[in-house]
């Protein structure tokens, strides 16, 4: 997956061996299926980079944290994150729980931002340290 930051959209696209795939539960099968060179490269992001291998490890800290609190599959889940790595590594991880994930933006006002809150009827939120 390769993720274009210049112009801060995100555009995602999977290697062609796994074109199939689709969308983050589609991410999420292909990190966790057998075969993967771990080593290769999977994504980059702003001169970053995450290996299959690293990527697969997140995936399943973010799911497992998720599980730990209580979410169940179909329960919504937050996200208040500008685009970063950690942004695909949670919204794979959530797929993975079979959450939803709720996307909030960031340039939004608190009281637009609690609206989209109340009315999702997410069961967390995940917050990027910044807007804390």
Known sequence: MEIDARDRRSTAALPA???ESLGP?????SVERGGLDLDRTAIVF????RTYGELRERVRRVALGLAGIGIE???RVALLSTNSLEYLEIEVGISATRGI???LNWRLR???LANLLRRSGAQAI????RFL
Request: net charge negative; proline share 8%; charged share 30%.
């Open 126 to 129: 995940l917050v990027e340290d």
């Open 73 to 75: 599959p179909m329960d």
């Open 25 to 29: 539960a589609g991410a999420a099968v």
């Open 101 to 103: 994930m709720v996307p």
């Open 17 to 19: 061996e796994h074109s």
């Open 46 to 49: 702003d001169g970053r980079t």
């Open 110 to 112: 608190a009281g637009e």
